[in-house]
């Protein structure tokens, strides 16, 4: 189903009235029957953000002289048990990987609407067929393994980089198998080079086609919903997207004409304006403060001033869709809780993998408190 699909502009003015009440009626429908349908899984979540790592542990976490210390500060949490025999990197990522699938399965469990279940697994399933592509057209290595939190199982991209050259699209679901040759497509159309470079090209145009189809595609799942807050979360993901992909095509040497072209289309703020503005990110700002109403003043400059490096607006990115998270906690009733707290869930489970991995390579602790997000508490 084409979540997000429009009628028709040649109805005429009654049909349009009867469309009207039509969701009128949904709408309240919905909202009557979302204590009984949301009801349990409403009451599991408020007792699952209890759960949720406060402040003060992750700087314990951070602070730890080594990893053996870690696991003794999280073994009176529930990463406790998961981590209990773990001690090599390969088995963090496995142990943190068992942790967001047991809450996905949850999320399932929570009778959520497809639309946003789809969100949290189609970015699985463009993450799989992402590691095919560069595989198979710029001469990457096979990943160690496929992750199991998409909608497709992880079998049916392992076919895939087995097939041949000429059938290992048909191993593919439909609709990925389009999006993969329509990727292609865009990814080889450009200009001539061989070798490594040739394979470095490629794959960053396969980065560059993904983040376009991908984030295309999450606008028509979070338009469909009827959440507002869903919504506006989606043209949010979208600004972000199009603030990132503007300001790499600038330091490329792009042109407006170029970088409007490959702007995603569903966010806030018009493509030519982002296009055309000398920083991507500054184009998106009043947009941001607007969807972001009530968080505090430090809150907004601490992500405007993230948005301004490059080096940091993935962070910031992180950070603006977690704002959005605690609006959508504060929702009595419906989906919002429950997809916020998802997202607070994935925003600890990456916070984890940064400080645990972190830990274990080594690093210094300064520089894992730079690589560290801001805890949704």
Same mark, same amino acid.
């Given at each position: 189903m084409a979540y997000g699909a429009g009628t028709t502009k040649t109805a005429g003015p009654g049909a349009k009235a009867a469309r009207r009440r039509v969701r009128r009626l949904r709408y309240a429908y919905d909202r009557a029957v979302e204590p009984i349908v949301y009801g349990f899984p409403l009451g599991r979540v408020r007792v699952l953000e209890g759960r949720l790592l406060p402040l003060q542990r992750l700087e314990r976490l951070v602070e730890a002289r080594d990893f053996a210390e870690q696991r003794r500060i999280l073994a009176e949490t529930h990463?406790?048990?998961?981590? &209990?025999?773990?001690?090599?990197?390969?088995?963090?990522?496995?142990?943190?990987?068992? *942790?967001?699938?047991?809450?996905?399965?949850?999320?399932?469990?929570?009778?959520?609407?497809?639309?946003?279940?789809?969100?949290?697994?189609?970015?699985?399933?463009?993450?799989?067929?992402?590691?095919?592509?560069?595989?198979? +057209?710029?001469?990457?290595?096979?990943?160690?393994?496929?992750?199991?939190?998409?909608? +497709?199982?992880?079998?049916?991209?392992? *076919?895939?980089?087995?097939?041949?050259?000429?059938? !290992?699209?048909?191993?593919?679901?439909?609709?990925?198998?389009?999006?993969?040759?329509?990727?292609?497509?865009?990814?080889?159309?450009?200009?001539?080079?061989?070798?490594?470079?040739?394979? *470095?090209?490629? &794959?960053? &145009?396969?980065?560059?086609?993904?983040?376009?189809?991908?984030?295309?595609?999450?606008?028509?799942?979070?338009?469909?919903?009827?959440?507002? !807050?869903? &919504?506006?979360?989606?043209?949010?993901?979208?600004?972000?997207?199009?603030?990132?992909? *503007?300001?790499?095509?600038?330091?490329?040497?792009?042109?407006?004409?170029?970088?409007?072209a490959a702007l995603i289309e569903g966010g806030g703020v018009p493509r030519e304006a982002i296009a055309a503005a000398e920083t991507p990110a500054e184009a998106i700002m009043a947009d941001i403060r607007a969807a972001l109403m009530g968080i505090s003043p430090d809150e907004l400059e601490s992500i405007a001033r993230q948005l301004g490096s490059r080096q940091t607006m993935d962070i910031a990115a992180d950070n603006v869709v977690l704002a959005m998270a605690k609006k959508g906690r504060m929702v009595a009733i419906g989906v919002e809780p429950i997809a916020s707290y998802m997202l607070a869930l994935e925003n600890e489970i990456a916070l984890l993998r940064v400080v645990l991995i972190g830990k274990l390579a080594g690093l210094p602790t300064p520089k894992i408190h730079e690589r560290v997000r801001e805890l949704y508490v």
């Open positions: 990463y406790g048990e998961l981590l &209990a025999d773990v001690v090599t990197a390969e088995q963090v990522e496995d142990a943190l990987e068992d *942790a967001l699938e047991e809450a996905y399965d949850f999320m399932e469990e929570s009778r959520l609407p497809e639309p946003v279940i789809e969100f949290f697994r189609i970015r699985y399933d463009f993450l799989n067929l992402r590691m095919l592509l560069k595989m198979r +057209v710029a001469d990457a290595s096979k990943p160690r393994r496929w992750s199991v939190h998409g909608s +497709v199982p992880p079998e049916v991209f392992e *076919a895939a980089a087995e097939a041949t050259d000429e059938d !290992w699209l048909d191993e593919l679901p439909p609709g990925l198998a389009a999006t993969a040759a329509q990727v292609i497509e865009l990814a080889t159309s450009g200009e001539d080079s061989e070798g490594e470079a040739a394979n *470095a090209v490629e &794959a960053a &145009a396969i980065d560059l086609a993904f983040d376009k189809a991908l984030y295309e595609r999450i606008h028509q799942i979070t338009a469909y919903e009827g959440s507002a !807050w869903f &919504a506006r979360l989606g043209r949010i993901m979208v600004d972000m997207a199009n603030a990132r992909i *503007a300001q790499r095509a600038r330091r490329f040497g792009k042109d407006t004409e170029w970088i409007e």
